[in-house]
Structures are given as structure tokens and as C-alpha cells.
């Protein structure tokens, strides 16, 4: 399997503020990258004498300097998330930092001359709900490639458009760019905004966690884990088109709730189960694509990683 080197590339992380963004940036250095790194905010206190931040808000903001740098490899990670039922305020934030900023970034990508390889951070939220939520309890629906398209809401609809515009670009002024659109689940990690960093946090403050569909069945994946399985399919000469992102492990929300108490943060009388409230979802990813093209596969799994997120949450904490 031939394998693209990162040495003295030049590369375009968007979004790298973010969880998966900086954990990004970090393996990119140690390949030797050349970096711009761009993202609204700052990057947080950190090692970053190697990489080239510049403040931008992708959806209003001039972005010539994007194009000038003219990478080789874009990796557009910004996106804004919420809940799975969005509330009112998400659809103004949906349209400007999904489909306005990622509009933009697609825009510019056919004026950069050397620009080989694109990769969306692109979400499960495309596939349709009717194959893994129902009223009932059902088994684990692995979710694959080919499976039915239909947003689930807002923010898998933008996700589906940057897809099809990328498509676009491709056939019309790109022949020879290379898209990865990789589909990525439910990810967690160090100073995330994620279910499992808040709830690490309450427990850790000895708050009182409310528990909603305890038997709902995550696809789990840590951002480290995240951003290898980028970068391994950026250097995979077979990576092309959508490809799962997850750990090909399913695990209930109950799983979060037993780990904290395994890790002595989490009491039962800190736990108040408030039982059924919607349909239950029964996702995971069919990572068969991405083994086989990449030859790697997530390595850490649900426990070690809610470990990691404790010891970040102590260490902010002391």
C-alpha cells in the first residue's frame, strides 16, 4: 500500500481549535509538515512554534491567504454541532459555520494550484434514522458506506451539501483531486464539549448526572483517534469517496455511567435515571473500508479513553 509523505507539505487544517483539530495539528508536526493552521479562535496554550495560525471566520472573512499559501492538503475540520434535536438558535449558527464557512472553503479550493487532496469531516448524521432508531429496543445496526442518505437534521444536511459541492468541484475544475468525505460518529476528548467530558466534569464536582435512554448505542470514538484516521487516510493512495470514521464498536450510554463509577468519581446516589424520553438509536460504523484501505483501525477504546479524559479534567482542576 503506497503511502503519501507529509514532509515539507503544505497543509490547511480548518477548524483546528477545535478537539479533533489540535490533536491534528500535533501529529502533523511530528511529520514535518508546513502548516496554516486557520480557526475563528486562538489555539490554546500549547507547542505550536511550527505551525502558522491565522484568525478567521470562514463564513464572513476574506480568505486569500488560504489561497496563497496554495497547500497540497486541505483537512476542513470547522463545523458547529448541537444536539441531536437542534434547538431554534441552531439554525442561524448551522448556516453560517456549516454551510456558509464550508461553501467558502469549497469556493476557493479550485483556485489553488496544487491542491491534490481534500478531506471533509463529514458526520454519520447523513445516514437514514429509519435504519438504526425505532420505539423499541433492536440490535446494533453497523452502519456501512452504501447505506441510505437521509440527513437526520440541520447539521446532516449541511454535511450531505458540502459533499455533493465537493463532487462538484471535482468534476467540473478538479479532475484529478482526491476527496475523502470521512463520515465520522460520536466523538469525546480532552476539553471537548461532548457528553462524556461534561459528564466526567460534573462527577468529578459531585453533581448530580440525569441519564435519558440508558440502552442507546453509541459509535465512541476519541479524538487522537479521530485525527490518526484522518491522516492515515490522506496517506492512503486508496483512500478516496466516503469512508466510515468510528471504532467499530458499539457501546450503551450505560457504559459512560459504569466507567465513572469504576473510576471512583461517580456514586449512585449521583445518578438520576429519568428512564425513556425518545426512540432508541442502535448505531455503530462498518469500519470494513477503512481498515482495509488504510491498514490501521482506532486504538482506544471507550474506557481508556473516558481514563484520559479524567486525568485532563484533574489536571485542569489542580
Given at each position: 500500500?503506497?503511502?503519501?509523505?507529509?514532509?515539507?507539505?503544505?497543509?490547511?487544517?480548518?477548524?483546528?481549535?477545535?478537539?479533533?483539530?489540535?490533536?491534528?495539528?500535533?501529529?502533523?508536526?511530528?511529520?514535518?509538515?508546513?502548516?496554516?493552521?486557520?480557526?475563528?479562535?486562538?489555539?490554546?496554550?500549547?507547542?505550536?512554534?511550527?505551525?502558522?495560525?491565522?484568525?478567521?471566520?470562514?463564513?464572513?472573512?476574506?480568505?486569500?491567504?488560504?489561497?496563497?499559501?496554495?497547500?497540497?492538503?486541505?483537512?476542513?475540520?470547522?463545523?458547529?454541532?448541537?444536539?441531536?434535536?437542534?434547538?431554534?438558535?441552531?439554525?442561524?449558527?448551522?448556516?453560517?459555520?456549516?454551510?456558509?464557512?464550508?461553501h467558502n472553503v469549497v469556493d476557493i479550493a479550485k483556485?489553488?494550484?496544487?491542491?491534490?487532496?481534500?478531506?471533509?469531516?463529514?458526520?454519520?448524521?447523513?445516514?437514514?434514522?429509519?435504519?438504526?432508531?425505532?420505539e423499541s429496543i433492536k440490535d446494533v445496526r453497523y452502519?456501512?458506506?452504501?447505506?441510505?442518505?437521509?440527513?437526520?437534521?440541520?447539521?446532516?444536511?449541511?454535511?450531505?451539501?458540502?459533499?455533493?459541492?465537493?463532487?462538484?468541484?471535482?468534476?467540473?475544475?478538479?479532475?484529478?483531486?482526491?476527496?475523502?468525505?470521512?463520515?465520522?460518529?460520536?466523538?469525546?476528548?480532552?476539553?471537548?464539549?461532548?457528553?462524556?467530558?461534561?459528564?466526567?466534569?460534573?462527577?468529578?464536582?459531585?453533581?448530580?448526572?440525569?441519564?435519558?435512554?440508558?440502552?442507546?448505542?453509541?459509535?465512541?470514538?476519541?479524538?487522537?483517534?479521530?485525527?490518526?484516521?484522518?491522516?492515515?487516510?490522506?496517506?492512503?493512495?486508496?483512500?478516496?469517496?466516503?469512508?466510515?470514521?468510528?471504532?467499530?464498536?458499539?457501546?450503551?450510554?450505560?457504559?459512560?455511567?459504569?466507567?465513572?463509577?469504576?473510576?471512583?468519581?461517580?456514586?449512585?446516589?449521583?445518578?438520576?435515571?429519568?428512564?425513556?424520553?425518545?426512540?432508541?438509536?442502535?448505531?455503530?460504523?462498518?469500519?470494513?473500508?477503512?481498515?482495509?484501505?488504510?491498514?490501521?483501525?482506532?486504538?482506544?477504546?471507550?474506557?481508556?479513553?473516558?481514563?484520559?479524559?479524567?486525568?485532563?479534567?484533574?489536571?485542569?482542576?489542580?
Amino acid at each position: 500500500m503506497k503511502k503519501e509523505s507529509f514532509k515539507n507539505k503544505k497543509i490547511i487544517v480548518t477548524g483546528s481549535s477545535g478537539v479533533i483539530g489540535r490533536e491534528l495539528l500535533k501529529y502533523l508536526i511530528e511529520k514535518g509538515a508546513d502548516i496554516l493552521s486557520v480557526d475563528r479562535l486562538p489555539l490554546p496554550k500549547g507547542n505550536w512554534d511550527k505551525v502558522t495560525h491565522i484568525q478567521k471566520d470562514l463564513a464572513v472573512d476574506n480568505l486569500d491567504q488560504l489561497v496563497e499559501f496554495n497547500p497540497d492538503i486541505i483537512f476542513h475540520l470547522a463545523a458547529a454541532f448541537e444536539r441531536s434535536k437542534e434547538s431554534p438558535d441552531f439554525w442561524e449558527i448551522n448556516w453560517k459555520d456549516n454551510m456558509l464557512a464550508s461553501h467558502n472553503v469549497v469556493d476557493i479550493a479550485k483556485e489553488m494550484l496544487n491542491l491534490k487532496t481534500f478531506v471533509f469531516a463529514s458526520s454519520y448524521l447523513l445516514y437514514d434514522t429509519s435504519l438504526y432508531m425505532s420505539e423499541s429496543i433492536k440490535d446494533v445496526r453497523y452502519l456501512n458506506e452504501k447505506d441510505i442518505v437521509k440527513p437526520r437534521n440541520l447539521c446532516g444536511g449541511a454535511k450531505l451539501y458540502t459533499e455533493n459541492e465537493l463532487k462538484f468541484i471535482k468534476n467540473l475544475y478538479l479532475n484529478d483531486l482526491r476527496v475523502i468525505d470521512a463520515r465520522i460518529y460520536r466523538v469525546y476528548g480532552r476539553g471537548s464539549k461532548d457528553i462524556i467530558s461534561r459528564w466526567v466534569k460534573m462527577a468529578l464536582n459531585n453533581e448530580k448526572l440525569e441519564l435519558y435512554n440508558k440502552d442507546n448505542h453509541f459509535d465512541y470514538v476519541f479524538a487522537g483517534d479521530v485525527a490518526k484516521g484522518l491522516l492515515s487516510l490522506a496517506e492512503s493512495s486508496e483512500a478516496e469517496g466516503i469512508v466510515n470514521l468510528a471504532t467499530g464498536n458499539p457501546n450503551p450510554v450505560s457504559n459512560i455511567i459504569k466507567c465513572l463509577i469504576e473510576e471512583n468519581i461517580l456514586s449512585e446516589e449521583n445518578i438520576i435515571d429519568n428512564g425513556n424520553t425518545e426512540d432508541f438509536e442502535a448505531s455503530c460504523a462498518d469500519i470494513s473500508k477503512l481498515k482495509e484501505i488504510t491498514g490501521w483501525e482506532p486504538e482506544i477504546d471507550l474506557k481508556s479513553g473516558i481514563k484520559k479524559i479524567i486525568e485532563y479534567e484533574k489536571k485542569i482542576m489542580n
